[in-house]
Nanobody
Framework: QVQLVESGGGLVQAGGSLRLSCAAS????????MGWFRQAPGKEREFVSA????????YYADSVKGRFTIARDNAKNAVYLQMNSLKPEDTAVYIC????????????????WGQGTQVTVSS
């Protein structure tokens, strides 16, 4: 079992940057594929990015490719999402998730979820 707590959200102007963090509890963190999803009001949960258990493989939604970077630190039980060149359409609650599945980019593949952190990008 793993518990996930996100932080780092906030209000930023378009073109700005934010770095989200997800702190995980549990001794098996390094076994999980970690993902970031986002959900805007009235919209379905959307895949943003994921990183393999080793950090060697990363995956991005086309909408964030080239602007967002995911990374993990297994020694600290943490995963990060560096978000640059933010756009108003990036506004959403960003949610950290964990799964034992490889190459998991669909929400139903993830077993563990955090509560989320709000990101608001003003124009």
């Amino acid at each position: 079992q793993v518990q996930l707590v996100e932080s780092g959200g906030g209000l930023v102007q378009a073109g700005g940057s934010l770095r989200l963090s997800c702190a995980a509890s549990g001794r098996t963190f390094s076994s999980y594929t970690m993902g970031w999803f986002r959900q805007a009001p009235g919209k379905e949960r959307e895949f943003v990015s994921a990183v393999s258990w080793s950090g060697g493989f990363t995956y991005y939604a086309d909408s964030v490719k080239g602007r967002f970077t995911i990374a993990r630190d297994n020694a600290k039980n943490a995963v990060y999402l560096q978000m640059n060149s933010l756009k108003p359409e990036d506004t959403a609650v960003y949610i950290c998730a964990a799964t034992y599945d490889d190459y998991a980019i669909i929400a139903r593949e993830y077993e563990h979820w955090g509560q989320g952190t709000q990101v608001t990008v003003s124009s």
